[in-house]
């Protein structure tokens, strides 16, 4: 008799489950949207959450503008193609920052708190740093191609514009996007050459930056532009093949350096983990404390010099 109860009432659980999921999910009549919503000359209503962020964001603005670095937040937020606005950005980091440091107090005391302030906005700094320099190398490794869907279209019989909307219709991020906001910033009047030289101090590209002045030059004594384009991306590809070669030999040069660099950290953390007293003597003298200091300043000095070594600019 027990596994024929258990089963009707499994049965009349899963039928009454379904049930409340037709009544909540499946909608019983038309769905009615109010009237205020449908009309263009009333305001939403903002939640008093949204006010608040909204306020903040404002008074942080405010602050940036007050400092000067509204402009420079901005830019670096493009060029990592960060579509969040900066006094969002700059609220987030600072609640983020907030939250670290409390759990840091609760986790290991007022000392890993402290640091907690400063580990998150860095995080965050090179975090936007990182996601700009991979979008700039992106951008330099997609121009080629760029080039020659342009020249393409310019022998095709297209205008200028006409061709760089092709190539932000068709490229990929970030191409398509740059040369999409080259289009529609074109289209509200802003000059061709100013917004290609926008683009090219955005992402970094020298490259990019004699296209804008080939296509400058051609706008003023004309001539073949889909040559010149050629002629300009069989250069970039030639200078992006040897930028991937330097990279694949400097490679293991970097992974050496980066081994190097994280070994005394590890062996202090093995040693640390293993025998705790045998670190114990340079926190008791003043001359442990010079050694580890000395120490500091070496290690620093040594990875300055391995950076500079395995950095290789061309």
């Known amino acids: 008799m027990t596994p024929t109860i258990l089963l009707v009432g499994g049965v009349a659980a899963l039928a009454a489950g379904l049930l409340v999921l037709t009544l909540v999910v499946v909608p019983v009549g038309p769905a009615r949207v109010p009237l205020s919503r449908l009309d263009p000359t009333v305001a939403p209503e903002a939640s008093a959450l949204a006010g608040a962020g909204a306020a903040a964001g404002a008074a942080v603005e405010k602050a940036l503008v007050k400092r000067g670095r509204l402009a420079a937040g901005v830019v670096a937020l493009e060029r990592a193609g960060m579509t969040t606005t900066l006094p969002d950005f700059v609220l987030a980091v600072g609640l983020w920052t907030v939250v670290a440091a409390a759990v840091g107090v609760l986790v290991g005391g007022p000392l890993v708190g402290l640091l907690m302030l400063g580990v998150v906005p860095l995080g965050a700094r090179l975090l936007v740093k990182v996601k700009a320099g991979r979008r700039q190398a992106a951008f330099a490794d997609q121009l080629d191609d760029s080039l020659q ?5 310019l022998r095709a019989g297209h205008s200028l514009l006409r061709a760089v909307d092709a190539v932000s ?3 990929v991020s970030p191409t398509g996007e740059e040369f999409a906001r080259i289009v529609n910033e074109t289209r509200v009047g802003r000059d061709l050459s100013d917004s290609l030289d926008e683009v090219a101090e955005r992402m970094g590209s020298d490259d990019f930056t004699w296209v804008a002045q080939a ?7 004309g001539g073949n532009l889909a040559e010149v384009l050629d002629a300009v991306g069989h250069t970039i590809r030639e200078r992006n093949q040897i930028r991937r070669q330097v990279k694949a030999l400097s ?4 992974l050496s350096a980066i081994v190097l660099g994280a070994l005394p950290f590890a062996i202090i953390g093995f040693i640390s983990m293993t025998n705790p007293g045998y670190l114990a003597g340079f926190t008791e003298s003043a001359a442990g404390y010079g050694m580890m200091a000395a120490i500091v300043v070496l290690m620093l000095l040594g990875g300055f010099w391995l950076k500079k070594t395995v950095a ?3």
């Not at 869907?149 to 279209?153: C, Q, R």
């Not at 296509?215 to 004594?221: N, T």
């Not at 490679?251 to 970097?254: D, H, L, R, T, Y």
């Open 149 to 153: 869907l342009m020249a393409s279209s």
């Open 251 to 254: 490679a293991e040069g970097k």
């Open 215 to 221: 296509i400058a030059i051609h706008r003023e004594v």
């Open 312 to 314: 290789i600019t061309f």
């Open 169 to 171: 219709q068709d490229a």
